[in-house]
């Protein structure tokens, strides 16, 4: 089973509609990161999350910690086609090396114009 | 800054070939990673650098892939021989510090096909 498991794996959604993400953790999460691929290309940063409850924002997207739930969602407003690609979060399970990353699936999402 | 450089950004060869992949950190920063992407497996690391030296080579999949990172702006990945079974795409990042809270960042990524 995965380590971390994203919900859902694919998501289609009409322009202009919120929609979530989630992402779960069966270990202690030290450091949450969420990235962005579009199909054929590398991953681009989106955000971090370290402490518990902490919420960041970027432009139309947001992104929560829930350290209790071992959680994090990420949430996009009045999406937009440009929002299409694949959504991953990497996370630092069990805090017992510097950089190492373990991935979710990914979600892949759609947004029909 | 270019960003993370990796070449060739795709490669086509035979089973039992010889295959290096390499990859041009951000000048500056002292990990480099090299990952795995598959529709069956997703995003997997297989092995970390800090500065120049290996960290964690866990998630090499067997004594067939070897890394080295000869200086700090150089690393390769190697595959040899190769297996059908090894057509990914081959993700190489690097971050400075590699604490948590300093992001990484990716290169466009090798597509390998091996026939």
């Known amino acids: 089973s995965q380590e971390l498991e994203q919900s859902p794996q694919s998501l289609i959604v009409q322009e202009g509609k919120n929609l979530t993400i989630n992402c779960t953790s069966s270990k202690t999460l030290y450091g949450l990161y969420w990235y962005k691929q579009k199909y054929g290309e590398g991953l681009i940063f989106l955000m971090m999350?370290?402490?518990?409850?902490e919420e960041k924002s970027h432009e139309k997207i947001t992104a929560k910690l829930d350290e209790k739930k071992q959680q994090s969602s990420l949430h996009i407003t009045a999406s937009q086609p440009s929002h299409a690609g694949i959504y991953l979060c990497g996370a630092d399970i069990g805090g017992t090396s510097y950089g190492k990353l373990t991935f979710g699936q990914g979600t892949i999402l759609t947004v029909h114009p | 800054d270019a960003g993370v450089i990796q070449s060739p950004r795709h490669e086509v060869t035979e089973m039992g070939q010889e295959v290096t992949l390499r990859c041009k950190p951000i000048?500056?920063?002292?990990?480099l990673f090299w990952y795995r992407q598959t529709m069956m497996r997703g995003l997997e690391l297989l092995i970390y650098?800090?500065?120049?030296?290996?960290?964690?080579d866990s998630g090499m999949p067997e004594d067939r892939f070897s890394a080295k990172m000869p200086n700090a702006s150089f690393s390769t990945l190697k595959i040899q021989p190769s297996e059908p079974r090894d057509s990914a795409v081959y993700f190489c990042?690097?971050?400075?510090?590699?604490?948590?809270?300093?992001?990484?960042?990716f290169g466009p990524g090798t597509r390998l096909t091996v026939l």
């Open positions: 650098f800090n500065n120049n030296v290996p960290i964690d």
């Open positions: 000048s500056g920063h002292d990990y």
């Open positions: 999350l370290q402490k518990g409850g």
């Open positions: 990042a690097s971050s400075s510090q590699g604490v948590p809270g300093l992001e990484q960042f």
